[in-house]
């Protein structure tokens, strides 16, 4: 292949089998600590437990191609260069910790199904058979603690003020709409959609569910 193609799939490899052991650590170090209850706590560790599975079945993708990814189990979060953490290690609460999943983590989830359907086929193999099925499973645990909120006025105060604070951060995570290295990745078919292009249709695919909960999606 390529030597533009493969330090492209291989950043891209990289960038995603960080995240997923790093969403392990935050599932386990933030989430956990907040949880209201020991239901809760046990959702958090099995989440927790999903993020390192997807962690292996990444890892053993890129140890094909010769890529060790040992050291990212030993690097501290702060250590890792391709996945910043600064907006999950902000969660103030459970509701934030609710917002996080049921959009965030659906911002990920959209990234994923793009990689489904990547060129490079070994990569696209682990989402299709794992990793897509348990990310609609940790959206749908975001969706459980904020719908289960907005039943009741306090709940839905809460709710609102999660979502205010964290939905701008939260659509930064789709990338900078100017990226050429997101330009290059859908030359080479390791995606279809751009970062702008993947932000508005998730814009308008969501604020339709945020709105029937009775929630305000802020500018």
Known sequence: MPSEYQELAIRLMLVHTEG???????YTQIFYN??????EKQVCCERASEEIQ???LSADV???LGVDTGHMLRQHFLERPYYPNELV???RNW???GIFSFIGEAVVLEHLLEFADCSYKPFADIFIKQIIS???THVAHGYRIINEACMTDEGRIAAQQALSRLWPHLLDLFGRSDSQRSRLYIKWGLRKTSNEALRNQFIKKTVPRLTAMGLLVPD
């Open 20 to 26: 997923e052991l790093t969403g392990a650590d935050d």
């Open 34 to 39: 907040l949880a209201p209850n020991a239901f």
């Open 54 to 56: 997807h962690y292996r």
């Open 62 to 64: 890129l140890a094909e």
């Open 89 to 91: 290690r902000g969660v």
């Open 95 to 97: 509701m934030e910790r």
């Open 134 to 136: 348990d990310e609609h």
